[in-house]
């Protein structure tokens, strides 16, 4: 080759070089240094004249005009407070929006339960006043009029009289792990998605609250390692499949009278009451039961006075019921707005109390994803929901009286929306694959009044690591069924050569991880795998969400085997495209992903090279009672469900390379599972590798973890695939 050749070569060679030259991204851009933070609004709490919001800012809570974004009033200023309160975490305020509940030192439970200490204050004044001296307590709740406050402490119902600062106790037997009142046992709070346990009455008189009786449930015990001569053990009460629930029963406390009232039982559905909530009557108590099968659920309205009650909905389903917050009761208190999987899908139902008249206001084989509230004076309700498209979510208004609904969100992707209480304005956030939330003030109408952030700084740093774009596609399942999926290539990508492929499942019962909307800090991760060479592909199975029901339930009773065959199916079709190394297949979850990845790679040990599995359940026998027997049943009752798809029972069949790694401090999928899993491939004398994390839940965060735990992802794969 002559020089001059060689000169120009070298010259391309360059070009193309300085043509795809990035910076390359590191586990610690993303989990030490947060270089990848996308900027969010703070929440809106917005005030009842519609037009100004509210938030927390450092020692202040200043309100401001929604339409312009200027501040107009400084509610509450600690530096002008007489108190030993140092930092605010967090306030409520009374529905006429004088006073305010201002909470510090708040101290995190389980996912959804804290305590905190709570200051009452008189918006003006220059001192609060302790609700509860010295003492931590839960849930402090204004009575609708803001003359009283109740809370709950130690497992006991109490309300203040702010007046006279008299203390009144409501219930006296709480105890722990033994009769817990007006908050929610470890199971409702974490699979009924509640823990305040307790609701005032619209006119102040009443306090309706749950009473679990957890004396005969199993206790779990966690043990944390804190640098101390002995562990600290946390026993909790938790019910694992087949076993005791909490005995559930609801009271009402008649302030004025000081007597209460229990409501009288469903006699055939005893098992769950997953929902209180107050009538537009201040007599009648909305209460939700269900069979322990969750496949039959009812409405009943019950006499705050006698405790009897009436039935005012009942739904059957040959599958489970799934709970939800879409009870609306209108003000005439003859109607109320539901949604129900009915119809096969997802929609928005209008009924009439005692007439037995339904009708159905949203139709069509597209789901209703949520509700965001019934605008009473206009007659008008807002929702999102994925009629586009599965992988997107747009916001809709449609009349109470039924017709065509109005599209307010134009264009494509993932669309959120935060209400105004006279729904005259609405907070638009909005994101896609490949772009980052932007936020947005808008009219009803959806027409734009002014940005509150678009997360430009992000997408110019996209561009500058030359960030890969997310693209969907769609593969072909087990049993012919299409799934939709979505992959990033590397860099100067070429269909000619061959990839490894790194796929990242989750798949659980309406879950998504294949929508077009921006996947935060694990983006970053999958960028910079693909950065060093891989192709990262995540695939919704059957079973998850967004399809109708029919979709969505089709797992049930086998949890773990359709999803299993999907992801197994769509490896194998990945294996023969030209661009992928067919050898180098592997794949990676967290929880039911966890369960997944693990199950996955045991039962597809000719396509998967590899598998990490984060706080994994590795038998469905370990988990509790709630969510898992409403897929699955119990045992006793579906034990081949169980037996074929438990990762522990099929341990002999590892060939790939598997990491496993757990929280020991996980009160929701527990240590056991990693432990369990551990015992089955030592018995079947299988190599594997673990990682465990001392005193981490489910999450396994704090400080270096993230950090720590994704260092070792990284590794494994770049070891092992």
Known sequence: MSSRAYGSLLLLCLIGICATAQTPISVADIWQD??????????????????????????????????????????????????????????????????????????????????????????????????????????????????????????????????????????????????????????????????????????????????????????????????????????????????????????????????????????????????IQWSSDPDLLCITTMNRHQNHLRLRLVDA???????????KNEYYIDIHDNLTFLPSGKQFVWTSEQSGYNHIYLHTIG???VRQLTMGDWDVTEVY????????????????????????????KGGSMKALTPGTGTFSAQWSSTYDYWIKTHSSANRAPSYEVV????????????????TGIMETMNARPVEFFRV?????????????????????????????????????????????????????????????????????GARGQEWKKMTYLQLGKYE??????????????????????????????????SLCLLKGADIFKMAMAVAPVTNWK???????????????????GYADNSPVYFADQLEGKYLLIHGMGDDNVHFQNAVEMSNALIKANKQYDTYYYPNRNHGIYGGNTRLHLFNKLTDFVKENL
């Not at 203390?167 to 046992?185: E, L, W």
């Not at 957890?214 to 804190?226: D, L």
Request: charged share 25%.
């Open 305 to 315: 006075g006698s405790g009897k009650a009436k039935e005012i909905l009942e739904e």
């Open 622 to 640: 370990w988990y509790d009672t709630i969510y898992t027997e409403r897929y699955m049943r119990t045992p006793a009752e579906n034990p081949d």
């Open 564 to 597: 299993t065959q999907d992801q197994i199916a769509a490896a194998k079709h990945l294996a023969t495209l030209p661009y992928v190394d067919g050898e180098r297949v592997g794949i990676w979850g967290w929880s039911y992903g966890g369960y997944m990845s």
């Open 34 to 275: 947060y270089k990848f933070t996308t900027k969010s609004v703070p929440g809106f709490n917005f005030l009842q004249d519609g037009k100004h919001y509210v938030r927390l800012e450092d020692k202040q809570i200043n309100s401001y005009d929604i339409t312009t974004g200027k501040k107009a009033e400084t509610l509450f200023d600690l530096s002008q407070v007489q108190s030993d309160v140092m930092k605010v975490s967090g306030y409520s305020l009374s529905d006429d929006e004088s006073q305010m509940l201002i909470r510090s030192r708040t101290e995190s439970i389980y996912r959804r339960s804290a305590k905190s200490i709570y200051h009452v204050y008189q918006r003006g004044a220059t001192e609060m006043t302790p609700l509860f001296p010295d003492e931590k307590v839960m849930y402090a709740s204004f009575s609708p009029d803001g003359t009283k406050v109740a809370f709950v402490y130690d497992n006991n119902v109490y309300y203040r009289e702010l007046s006279s600062g008299i203390i009144t106790q409501v219930t006296h037997d709480g105890k722990m792990n033994h009769i817990i009142n007006g908050s929610a046992d470890w199971v409702y709070e974490e699979e009924f998605s509640m823990s305040k346990a307790f609701a005032w009455s619209p006119d102040s008189e009443k306090i309706a609250y749950y009473r679990f009786d957890e004396s005969e449930v199993p206790e779990f015990t966690m043990t944390n390692y804190r640098d101390e001569l002995y562990p600290e053990y946390v026993t909790f009460k938790y019910p694992k499949v087949g076993e005791k629930n909490s005995k559930v029963t609801i009271h009402i406390h008649s302030l004025t009278s000081g007597q209460t009232a229990e409501a009288d039982p469903d006699t055939e559905l005893t098992e769950y009451i997953p929902r």
């Open 355 to 357: 007439k037995d008249k």
């Open 476 to 544: 072909p399942g087990a049993d012919g069924v299409e799934l939709h999926a979505w992959r990033i290539t590397p860099p100067d990508f070429d269909e000619t050569q061959e990839y490894p492929v790194l796929m990242y499942v989750y798949g659980g019962p309406g879950s998504q991880t294949v929508k077009d909307s921006y996947m935060g800090m694990n983006y970053w991760w999958y960028q910079m795998l693909a950065q060093q060479g891989y192709v990262v592909v995540s695939v919704d199975n059957r079973g998850t």
């Open 373 to 400: 509230g019934v605008d009473e004076k206009n007659k008008k309700i807002y929702f999102q929901a994925a009629d586009k498209s599965p992988l997107e979510r747009h916001i809709y208004e449609i009349s109470m």
């Open 443 to 458: 009219q009803r109408d959806g027409k734009s009044v002014r940005g509150l952030e678009d997360n430009a700084e992000m």
